[in-house]
């Protein structure tokens, strides 16, 4: 087994992380619920499908992670920075994410529903096929390639409650 793959698979709800090195670690299909990992940084990881529910990853650097498929609800992803980040078909449903940098993150497909977008960089994300409601956007930054990538009703209201770049 490669040393990357030691948390693959695994049930690691119970786990404090607070010693372990996360950066470029495979921790697909694992069970992370309501792990902290507030202010870490864990980028270029793999965490698709992993189950995130509940977890604190406030202030985490999160650059280039993989996390397509991951069940993300209820999250707190407040001030994490995830540029370029993959949540290609997350379902990120009530996640806090106020204050995240989402510079570049493919959001296509991702179930956002009652998420908590305040303040957060939307410049270059992309939200095909995502699901949008009952967003707070407000003074959420954004740029037309954002919202050439967004449905019309949540384009409308991103437009009213956020600052274009």
Do not use: C
């Not at 870490?40 to 793999?46: S, T, W």
């Amino acid at each position: 087994m490669d040393s990357s793959d030691v948390f693959r698979k695994r049930n690691l709800s119970k786990v404090n992380f607070e010693y372990e090195e996360l950066v470029g670690r495979d921790l697909s299909d694992t069970n992370m619920k309501g792990v902290n990992l507030q202010n870490r940084d864990i980028h270029n990881a793999d965490m698709s499908r992993a189950d995130l529910r509940g977890a604190d990853m406030s202030a985490a650097i999160l650059f280039y992670v993989k996390m397509r498929g991951a069940d993300m609800r209820e999250t707190n992803l407040s001030n994490a920075k995830l540029w370029d980040a993959d949540l290609y078909g997350a379902d990120m449903r009530g996640a806090d994410i106020k204050g995240a940098d989402l510079f570049y993150a493919d959001l296509r497909n991702t179930d956002l529903s009652n998420a908590n977008l305040n303040g957060v960089n939307l410049r270059h994300a992309n939200f095909e096929g995502a699901i949008l409601e009952s967003i707070n956007f407000l003074d959420a930054n954004y740029d037309s390639d954002t919202l050439d990538t967004m449905p019309e009703d949540a384009k409308k209201e991103l437009k009213k409650q956020g600052r274009e770049w």
